[in-house]
T-cell receptor, first 114, second 110 residues
Framework: NAGVTQTPKFRVLKTGQSMTLLCAQD?????MYWYRQDPGMGLRLIHYSVGEGTTAKGEVPDGYNVSRLKKQNFLLGLESAAPSQTSVYFC?????????????FGPGTRLTVL | AQSVTQLDSHVSVSEGTPVLLRCNYSSSYSPSLFWYVQHPNKGLQLLLKYTSAATLVKGINGFEAEFKKSETSFHLTKPSAHMSDAAEYFC????????FGAGTRLTVKP
């Protein structure tokens, strides 16, 4: 099993450009999450999904959109990138309920917005 | 609203000495609590979790944590540090939503 994979691993964008980050999991997990990690701030939840076709906002959703068309995939989109979105992005997945179950994390995507 | 505070941003210990990483939370009820570890340039890995069973929780690699409701704490300990323990550690509290602590970077000196 590959677990949770993320593509790409690195990306550099110019302000105003758009991009999509792809997360895939092969563990048949219902829940999937997108986080961003910034120095001294831990991980902050951007959006999450509790099942195919459903998405919800997390703590810091502004400037991002997500889609979960297939159970195994969770896409994170930046429509118009800003320097404040320079960060490391992590995808994770888990079985429900969140309070009882381990989240499995991908290796991360390092995004720089110039 | 619930919150989680990791009291030390950086802890440095010598190999073979005990490790203590401190975590306090704020919540109206007893939440679920997790510790995750992140090695350099890697994703996060679960160390251990507390979900209202035994208050002393044992995890992987010799780590354990004790849930103390009266102190609203969930400190992570290990009797003897190993060089491979050098990493960033995150305390996570879950009730209605999820909050990560800011992280504690553990350095292990030879």
């Amino acid at each position: 099993n590959a677990g949770v994979t993320q593509t790409p691993k690195f990306r550099v964008l110019k302000t105003g450009q758009s991009m999509t980050l792809l997360c895939a999991q092969d563990m048949n997990h219902e829940y999937m999450y997108w986080y961003r990690q910034d120095p001294g701030m831990g991980l902050r939840l951007i959006h999450y999904s509790v099942g195919e076709g459903t998405t919800a906002k997390g703590e810091v959703p502004d400037g991002y959109n997500v889609s979960r068309l297939k159970k195994q995939n969770f896409l994170l989109g930046l429509e118009s990138a800003a320097p404040s979105q320079t960060s490391v992005y992590f995808c994770a997945s888990s079985y429900p309920p969140l309070a009882d179950n381990e989240q499995f994390f991908g290796p991360g995507t390092r995004l720089t917005v110039l | 609203a619930q919150s989680v505070t990791q009291l030390d941003s950086h802890v440095s210990v010598s190999e073979g000495t005990p490790v203590l990483l401190r975590c306090n939370y704020s919540s109206s009820y007893s939440p679920s609590l997790f510790w995750y570890v992140q090695h350099p340039n890697k994703g996060l890995q679960l160390l251990l979790k507390y979900t209202s069973a035994a208050t002393l929780v044992k995890g992987i690699n010799g780590f354990e944590a004790e849930f103390k409701k009266s102190e609203t704490s969930f400190h992570l300990t290990k009797p003897s540090a190993h060089m491979s323990d050098a990493a960033e550690y995150f305390c996570v509290v879950i009730f209605n939503d999820m909050r990560f602590g800011a992280g504690t970077r553990l350095t292990v000196k030879p």
